[in-house]
């Protein structure tokens, strides 16, 4: 069974400064890894997602992840974050050998909401 | 972009009345989803289908039911609400190949 720790469940940053969200899974078989967003009374987005290939992993708002699998994380960075930003994210895992199947479901993080500040 | 589609989106009753949740999606997706969202907690698996008469029951133990009789469509019941059952409801739907989920705005329930 996978699960996910998002370490910090609030992190507010100024305007324009960089910032990092913390995820860490735990898996005994390889995984996937996604990260969605959640803007205030709206369902969740995809925001990026590992599949295979290159570790490092971008979307088109400037976001970055990297998955490291020695470390078994996948944090998100974005170097310079903007009032639209705000909201609340969260980090997914699912077991690749049985993705789209009952035992690849995906399986959420508590959350992560950030609160960028003028 | 997504066209998956919750009704209604905010709903108050009181103590012992049956509700249904509505989800539509418009994509043909054959898997579809109901999450639980609590603020501060991991969005829970409630129920999920592979597609049409298909149903399963997620990680998070419910006392909801579902159905999927349309590949489009997969309400959500409460035969008895109970305060207990407040909460935010998410459906979602995916492609089997890729596994994106897709989700709706949400309903948010409050039994009083």
């Known amino acids: 069974a996978q699960s996910v720790t998002q370490l910090d469940s609030q992190v507010p940053v100024f305007e324009e400064a960089p910032v990092e969200l913390r995820c860490n899974y735990s898996s005994s078989v390889s995984v996937y890894l996604f990260w969605y967003v959640q803007y205030p009374n709206q369902g969740l987005q995809l925001l990026l997602k590992?599949?295979?290939?290159?570790?490092l992993v971008e979307s088109i708002n400037g976001f970055e992840a990297e998955f490291n699998k020695s470390q078994t994380s996948f944090h998100l960075r974005k170097p310079s974050v903007h009032i639209s930003d705000t909201a609340e994210y969260f980090c997914?895992?699912?077991?690749?050998?049985?993705?789209?199947?009952?035992?690849?479901?995906?399986?959420f993080g508590k959350g992560t909401k950030l609160s960028v500040k003028p | 972009e997504a066209d998956i589609y919750q009704t209604p989106r905010y709903l108050v009753i009181g103590t012992g009345k049956k509700i249904t949740l509505e989800c539509s999606q418009t994509?043909?997706?054959?898997?579809m989803y109901w999450y639980q969202q609590d603020p501060g907690m991991e969005l829970h698996l409630i129920h999920y289908?592979?597609?049409?008469?298909?149903?399963e029951k997620g990680d998070l133990s419910s006392e909801s039911t579902v159905s999927r009789i349309r590949t489009e469509h997969f309400p959500l019941t409460l035969e008895s609400a109970r305060p207990s059952h407040t909460s935010q409801y998410l459906c979602?739907?995916?492609?089997?190949?890729?596994?994106?989920?897709?989700f709706g705005e949400g309903s948010r329930l409050t039994v009083l």
């Open positions: 289908s592979y597609g049409v008469n298909s149903t």
């Open positions: 590992y599949l295979s290939g290159s570790t």
């Open positions: 979602a739907s995916s492609l089997a190949a890729t596994g994106e989920l897709f």
């Open positions: 997914a895992v699912s077991d690749r050998m049985n993705y789209g199947g009952s035992q690849g479901n995906l399986i």
């Open positions: 994509m043909g997706h054959d898997k």
